[in-house]
């Protein structure tokens, strides 16, 4: 099983300042059709989760643009430009190239 | 606007079962995986399955930790997807979530206690 690791658990952040999460799976997520099936998620408190980034890079619709992702293989990061007190909550990255999907163990952004 | 609303949920003993609902609108039910997503109390987020659309068989696949107890399925005409869980466990204690797609949109949840 593809077992995914997050960094940091805890993130301490300054508002309208930067800040990243990394992602590491145990193996490759690129796929056999070439797609990297990568997520992050975010979910606020008391609510349910919700996808912010698909295939790596790709925004859904309705986040903000100071959300971006990026990474390949392995390696991966979520990036928010601007942090802002909406942002406050837990982050998963998830695969779902190889069955069973796994979420990595999630990273609380706090203010 | 898609919306998946869970039902079902509640306490229930240990070795009893239970069937979750999770009813779709907003979409072409019928041309998508629907999958389910479960989190413990205060904890993270699990894959349970997923059921194919009946264009790719409506086959599914299951979690290793509910493999042979929990079964999916689905009711196209009705755009409903099922857990049907049964031998419950302790450790099945969880908010359940209902997903289309591989997570794209989610549900608000149904909280399912097993417990004596």
């Known amino acids: 099983d593809v077992v995914m690791t997050q960094s940091p658990l805890s993130l301490p952040v300054t508002l309208g300042q930067p800040a990243s999460i990394s992602c590491r799976s145990s193996?490759?997520?690129?796929?056999?059709?070439?797609?990297?099936?990568f997520n992050w998620f975010q979910q606020r408190p008391g609510q349910s989760p919700r996808r912010l980034i698909y295939k790596v890079s790709n925004r859904e619709s309705g986040v903000p643009d100071r959300f971006s992702g990026s990474g390949s293989g392995t390696d991966f990061t979520l990036k928010i430009s601007r942090v802002e007190a909406e942002d406050v909550g837990v982050y998963y990255c998830?695969?779902?190239?190889?069955?069973?999907?796994?979420f990595g163990q999630g990273t609380k952004l706090e203010i | 606007e898609v919306h998946l609303v869970e039902s079902g949920g509640g306490l229930v003993q240990p070795g009893r079962s239970l069937r979750l609902s999770c009813t779709a609108s907003?979409?072409?039910?019928?041309?998508?995986?629907m999958s389910w997503v479960r989190q413990a109390p205060g904890k993270g987020l699990e894959w349970v399955g997923f059921i194919r659309s009946n264009t790719y068989s409506g086959t599914t696949e299951n979690a290793a930790s509910v493999k042979g107890r929990f079964t999916i399925s689905r009711d196209d005409s009705k755009s409903i997807a099922y857990l049907q869980m049964n031998s419950l466990k302790t450790e099945d204690t969880a908010v359940y979530y209902c997903t289309r797609g591989f997570a794209g949109y989610w549900g608000q949840g149904t909280l399912v206690t097993v417990s004596s």
């Open positions: 193996q490759s997520l690129v796929y056999s059709d070439g797609n990297t099936y």
């Open positions: 907003g979409f072409t039910f019928g041309d998508y995986v």
């Open positions: 998830m695969q779902g190239t190889q069955w069973p999907y796994s």
